[in-house]
Nanobody, 120 residues
Framework: QVQLVESGGGLVQPGGSLRLSCAAS????????MAWFRQAPGKQREPVAG???????HYADSVKGRFTISADNAKNTAVLQMNSLKPEDTAVYYC??????????????WGQGTQVTVST
């Protein structure tokens, strides 16, 4: 079984920074991509940033220039560095990964989510 565990959420003032981490564990053979999504109250879950195993990244227009995604393939981890945070960034942030495991082959997995609140 594969698990994704997020950490690093919390409360921050506008203009501040937070660093989210995602650690994948289990019977992992390889991870082809990792990504962060977010879901604000009353809204649909939306993609925020993603990174392939080759290091190619993509970002939502709303976070370009403020957020940076990185990954450590050897440790099966991904980090989302969030700077210049705005109140509209408030949401539950979810880690997502496309994983090839020994037990289940290729599957898509979600973490449990971590709350990010940007407020004075």
């Amino acid at each position: 079984q594969v698990q994704l565990v997020e950490s690093g959420g919390g409360l921050v003032q506008p203009g501040g920074s937070l660093r989210l981490s995602c650690a994948a564990s289990g019977s992992i053979v390889s991870i082809s991509s990792m990504a962060w999504f977010r879901q604000a109250p009353g809204k649909q879950r939306e993609p925020v940033a993603g990174i392939s195993s080759y290091g190619r990244t993509h970002y939502a227009d709303s976070v370009k220039g403020r957020f940076t995604i990185s990954a450590d393939n050897a440790k099966n981890t991904a980090v989302l560095q969030m700077n210049s945070l705005k109140p509209e960034d408030t949401a539950v942030y979810y880690c997502n990964a496309n994983v090839y495991s020994t037990m289940r082959g290729s599957n898509n997995y979600w973490g449990q989510g971590t709350q990010v609140t940007v407020s004075t």
